[in-house]
């Protein structure tokens, strides 16, 4: 889908299915435009978006101080990313046909 194609209602609805994918209710980390970003870079694909926006959000949170250690998300998200990871199945051409 191009950004051409999207109509304003499309797109919201895009955001409130993003939000969701990336589990923003429960650990927020983009702002809308970050969101609206991360899918017209996706050509508003709302499963690559999803993909890639975990994968942001996997990064490792862990936090260690002296009587302090909280555990890191990453896991989590990289569980959840691996709903969306694009299908690589495709036939690869050899690297001497170029």
Known sequence: MSNMGVTYEQKQELLRILKFNLREKK???FEDDELELLLQKNNFDIEKASYEGLLIKAENTAIKLPGLDIPSSQKYFLRLA?????????????????
Do not use: T
Not at 82 to 87: E, T
């Open 82 to 98: 691996k709903l969306y990871r694009p299908s690589s199945s495709g036939c690869m051409k050899r690297a001497d046909e170029r």
């Open 27 to 29: 650990k927020q980390c």
